[in-house]
């Protein structure tokens, strides 16, 4: 069976940071458990046995992409038992001639996933396309492609001083600039950071929108002045007590007891709602109901004193509204009185 390779979803990482290089060689060197491609400015680093890939800088040897693997729908390059081979090919882009590595992935009884890599001579940035080998005969639906997965941006480093993030959404949606390391916006983005005679920029997004519609996000795992990491701050409650679960508004439950696992948060009325104006990127999760938003907490022990925090705030600054508590939905107990909410757009 002929095997068709179809590349799409292309997407670019300009690494602005990086100073010019004479060096306008492109060079590939080839391992048994590694592939590196370069430019002298950027260089591509693919870790073959686990199906995943880093972006250095060369000047500085600094990571700036870590750990990225490619998910096409539920195919992923990191499966378990995936073969992975190469090819180093001429590449276009613009008009302008370099390389591209070609990373293949294939797994018997999956589709065949292609990675591909370019660099052109002198750029500070790397063409990403992804693509997938239909060795059946049927026809294949995408649905969905990601091909910076779970990467890790800046990997150990403090965005600060002066982080910012600024999104690419265009047409009837705001731009926005942030200074929490969290967003997700259409089309691109650009990120910021450092002293003014040594700034960092980097700006990720689509190049072509032929056939899905783009995206790009960045989870809040990093670190910056204004936003000091979740982790720092779980690690900070005080002596004696211990985290069982935390709950982003209805989206996930982390945290727990490694003997005793405590799911103990969970959302028991309210509805996921989206702010297109863009206050929709500042949270992990939203939630919405037009009488009220309950929270159902289970699992604790008689006896044993607990603690419960939330963070409580809106888009508008005229609501007025309270929070009470009831056990085994008995009597309502007022705990904050009707009061304004705190206003996002206040801080």
């Not at 992935?105 to 002198?122: A, T």
Request: proline content about 3%; aromatic content about 8%; glycine content about 12%.
């Amino acid at each position: 069976m002929k095997k068709l390779l179809c590349l799409f979803c292309t997407a670019l990482m300009l690494l602005s940071g990086c100073k010019t290089h004479q060096d306008k060689k492109i060079t590939f060197m080839g391992g048994t458990s590694r592939w590196i491609f370069s430019n002298g400015i950027v260089t591509v680093v693919v870790k073959s046995a686990q199906g995943v890939y880093e972006i250095f800088r060369n000047d500085d040897q600094k990571r700036i992409i870590s750990g990225a693997y490619l998910r096409i729908d539920q195919d992923s390059t990191n499966d378990p038992g995936r073969k992975t081979d190469f090819d180093v090919l001429d590449f276009i882009h613009e008009s302008d001639s370099g390389k591209c590595l070609l990373i293949t992935s294939s797994k018997e009884g999956r589709p065949g996933l292609g990675l591909r890599f370019g660099l052109l001579p002198g750029k500070d940035f790397v063409v990403i396309d992804a693509g997938i080998m239909n060795r059946g005969t049927t026809a294949m639906q995408i649905r969905e492609i990601s091909v910076l997965t779970n990467g890790q941006l800046y990997a150990g480093r403090k965005l600060s001083p002066g982080f910012r993030m600024l999104d690419g959404n265009g047409g009837g949606e705001d731009t926005r600039v942030t200074t929490r390391p969290e967003l997700e916006c259409r089309n691109n983005l650009m990120l910021t950071w450092g002293k003014p005679e040594n700034r960092e920029v980097l700006v990720a997004g689509g190049l072509t929108y032929n056939e899905l519609e783009k995206f790009v996000k960045v989870n809040m795992n990093v670190e910056t002045d204004n936003n000091p990491s979740l982790h720092g701050n779980l690690k900070a409650i005080p002596a004696g007590l211990t985290l069982l679960a935390r709950l982003d508004a209805g989206k996930d439950v982390v945290g727990s007891s490694p003997r005793e696992p405590f799911e103990g948060v969970s959302v028991a009325g309210g509805s996921s709602y989206r702010w297109d104006s863009g206050f929709g990127g500042e949270y992990d999760d939203i939630l919405y109901d037009k009488k009220e938003v309950v929270l159902a907490i289970s699992g604790l022990k008689p006896g044993v004193g607990y603690s419960i925090g939330f963070a409580w705030s809106d888009d508008a600054d005229t609501r007025s509204e309270s929070v009470s508590w009831s056990l085994n939905k008995g009597a309502m107990n007022t705990l904050l009185s009707s009061k304004k909410l705190p206003s996002h757009g206040g801080g």
